[in-house]
């Protein structure tokens, strides 16, 4: 199962950008390689949008959440994409966002929590194998009160690949009653090395907000339960790491891109 | 060798870095059998079951150990597992993003192909599935969600039995299966595992507390103490431990 095929078969509608309001979203809206696109989400609609790099492009994506409108975004690269991702978030709108690296790319979140009420989730994993470099950006800006903001980064380094997380929570001075986590759990294998450094900055004073970083080899309490259940080792690591991986690809709303990408993950790993 | 006899532990030493934890285990158990395992906290107890397992957080020093007449200690940890031992964990290890029942499926599959059988068919896998998880009452649901994450105390214990009732070993140890059960969960885990007994498989449990032989009646009662058995008994040792503890027997046998 590829991309091309979900469209084919229908599942998901080609989409070039523009505004939302006029779109049928009955089925998930995809986009193949955007160069450089502008999405207005102002539609009272739920909206399920998927982003697929294929090519190794540099890619600019803006989005902008209208008052009120729920958007889930999954951003996919499965080539050396250079891409920016800036998205616009109007009062009590909600973004919910699954990002899968499994190729050396490198790829920049800007959110901009606007208006009051406004929620965002992004679940982010990059997958670096062979000789591979990996790099998330991630930078969430609280501009006004009473935003909500969660991100949880995972990443795998394997081979002599590198995988880097650079995240920053801003509050800005007004931004009062402000709710932030952001996590990063990260597993190196084999010589794979991971840089990851989450950041607060913050300038209100009534605010929730809580970071961290773990980096960390396999479990090897999960590893001996797999084998005495008879699985051997190497399966029990794959599917160590498998389990981990799907943590972040199961968040994704649309059945089929689930499953396309536990496989190619699963793919990616039994090369490992 | 008696063919029914399916473990046989003969002068077991076991080491963690330098602290020598189990120093010379003798034990032997026969197909049909049920044997207990008590004793005080740090004797050694959940040490003799990891290295039956075949963790390698322990090196074995000297002694013997004979599985269905073969030497269990030459054989990596799946393999065991494959030829029928299994170990219940005190602390079930949760493993995120793992469903258990693809879990499950690779662990069975696993056991076939040992024995020479096809991988199992998907629908009569769901039927196994069902029907094992009714025996400890496991909420049917919990299959379907990631390896004892976010279960309950209870519900890693139950997962346990469920897991022993799908591979249904020859040799199951059950390593303080009822820590931190409730009476009722208790009761379910308990009577779950004698269900799944049968006159050609054994099981040991390692158990603080007589209440659980309540259920699972034992045909020997262990004593461990300080790495070694020291008493062996029937199944009114536990009742008598119950009641007077442990000094009676340390104060006779200690050395």
């Known amino acids: 199962m590829d991309i091309d095929k979900l469209i084919a078969d229908g599942i998901l509608r080609p989409f070039a950008g523009g505004s939302l309001s006029r779109t049928d979203l009955s089925r998930p809206l995809v986009v193949l390689n955007p160069r450089k696109i502008a ?26 959440l209208a008052a009120g409108v729920q958007v889930t975004l999954t951003e996919i690269c499965l080539a050396g994409t250079f891409t920016e991702v800036r998205i616009r978030q109007a009062e009590q709108s909600s973004c919910r966002i699954v990002a899968v690296q499994l190729h050396g790319a490198n790829t920049a979140y800007r959110i901009d929590l606007a208006e009051h009420g406004a929620e965002n989730d992004i679940a982010a994993l990059f997958l670096a194998t062979d000789s591979e470099h990996c790099v998330v950006n991630l930078s969430t800006n609280h501009l006004v009160s009473q935003c909500t903001s969660r991100a949880l980064v995972k990443g795998i380094a394997a081979g002599r690949a590198t995988g880097e997380f650079r995240g920053l929570v801003y509050v800005a001075p007004d931004a009062q009653q402000t709710d932030a986590q952001q996590q990063s759990r990260n597993i190196e294998l084999g010589e794979g090395h991971i840089i990851a450094m989450p950041q607060l900055e913050i300038y209100a004073d009534d605010v929730r907000c809580s970071h961290g970083a773990t980096v960390g080899q ?33 968040r994704c709303d649309i059945a089929e891109i689930r499953e396309f990408l536990a496989t190619a993950i699963a793919e990616q790993l039994q090369k490992l | 060798m008696d063919n029914n006899m399916l473990l046989s532990v003969k002068n077991l030493h076991a080491s963690v870095g330098d602290k020598e934890i189990l120093r010379g285990i003798n034990l032997e158990v026969k197909a049909g059998e049920v044997h207990a395992i008590m004793g005080p906290n740090g004797s050694g107890k959940s040490t003799l079951a990891s290295v039956l397992a075949g963790s390698d957080k322990f090196t074995v020093t000297s002694g013997e150990v004979a599985y269905k007449g073969e030497n269990l200690l030459a054989m990596p940890i799946e393999e065991r597992a494959r030829r029928g031992l299994f170990l219940g964990f005190q602390y079930p290890v949760e493993i995120p993003g793992v469903s258990m029942a693809n879990f499950m499926k690779l662990a069975v599959n696993e056991k076939r192909t040992f024995e020479g059988k096809e991988p199992i068919g998907a629908s009569e896998f769901l039927r196994m599935m069902r029907e094992k998880s009714a025996i400890v009452e496991l909420d049917a649901k919990l299959t379907s969600r990631a390896v004892n994450e976010g279960f309950s105390g209870g519900e890693k214990k139950k997962n346990e039995i469920f897991q022993m009732a799908m591979l249904e070993p020859s040799l199951a140890i059950l390593d303080e299966t009822d820590s931190g059960l409730d009476i009722d969960a208790l009761r379910i885990v308990a009577t779950g595992v004698t269900k799944l007994h049968r006159p050609d498989n054994a099981t040991v449990v390692i158990t603080h507390y007589q209440r659980l032989l309540d259920y699972i009646v ?38």
Do not use: C
């Open chain 2, 218 to 255: 034992p045909d020997v009662v262990h004593v461990l103490y300080h790495g070694r058995i020291i008493y062996s008994g029937d199944k009114s040792l536990a009742l008598k431990l119950e009641k007077e503890g442990y000094d009676w027997l340390i104060n006779e046998y200690k050395d």
């Open chain 1, 218 to 250: 396999l479990a090897d309490e999960a590893i001996f339960y797999m084998r005495q259940r008879g699985l051997s080792e190497d399966d029990a690591r794959r599917l160590q790491i498998e389990g981990f991986a799907n943590d972040i690809v199961n």
């Open chain 1, 39 to 64: 999405i207005e989400a102002d539609t009272s609609e739920q909206v399920r949008l998927v982003i697929v790099h294929t090519e190794p492009n540099e890619a600019a994506i803006d989005l902008s």
